[in-house]
């Protein structure tokens, strides 16, 4: 047979078929061990996400109580847009719990607030002072109430007696 480019290429085929087998071979190992190394980066990533401040019940509670004077002034000076403002913030710390504190048993308990939550709201619609006051008394004993349902019974919620800070006005203006 003579040397032509085309038996030359032939007797070398097999040869070149290794060649490109090898080289397959080290494309996928190397695509392989990037996909491990990324998942890698993944799983840690993942693991600093769920290990990342989140802040516990008593500080959503402590958030609470600022709401809760707040909503007593602006109730008592008969200033319902501020009160309703209030509201809301109690109800976004409710929802948060629920949220971020799944790992706490007493969560369940979240509930007890509900009906004083929804009459509170009621006496805001209506603009009355004296449904507020007592629907307001209803909300503190339901803080009460659930912090002796969960062992907290040391920390007792009451109406203020000052304004929580002297840099806010409470009044409509
Ligand atoms: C799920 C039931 C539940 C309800 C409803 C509830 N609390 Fe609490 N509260 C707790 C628990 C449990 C703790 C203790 C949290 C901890 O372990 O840090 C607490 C703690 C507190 C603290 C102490 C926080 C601190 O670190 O000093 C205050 C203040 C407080 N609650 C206010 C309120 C107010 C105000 C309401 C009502 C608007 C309320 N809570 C409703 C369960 C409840």
């Given at each position: 047979m003579k040397n032509t480019p085309l038996t030359i290429f032939k007797k070398n085929v097999r040869y070149l078929l290794i060649v490109m087998l090898v080289i397959?071979?080290?494309?996928?190992?190397?695509?392989?061990?990037?996909?491990?190394a990324l998942q890698a980066k993944v799983n840690s990533m993942?693991?600093?996400?769920?290990?990342?401040y989140k802040p516990g019940l008593g500080e959503f509670m402590s958030g609470i109580q600022v709401?809760?004077?707040k909503l007593y002034f602006a109730g008592k000076n008969q200033n319902w847009k501020l009160a309703d403002f209030e509201m809301g913030e109690i109800k976004e710390a409710v929802d948060d719990i629920k949220k971020y504190c799944?790992?706490?048993?007493?969560?369940k308990s979240l509930s007890i607030l509900y009906p004083a939550l929804d009459s509170v709201n009621n006496?805001?619609?209506?603009?009355?002072l004296h449904s507020f006051e007592t629907s307001f008394l209803f909300?503190?004993?339901?803080?009460?109430?659930?912090?002796?349902?969960?062992?907290h019974e040391f920390n007792v919620i009451k109406a203020p007696d000052t304004p929580p800070f002297n840099n806010q006005d409470f009044k409509v203006k």
């Open positions: 397959t071979f080290a494309a996928c190992t190397s695509a392989n061990s990037n996909t491990a993942n693991l600093q996400i769920a290990q990342a709401h809760h004077a799944t790992d706490r048993p007493e969560v006496a805001i619609k209506a603009k009355s909300l503190t004993n339901s803080c009460n109430s659930c912090h002796k349902n969960t062992n």
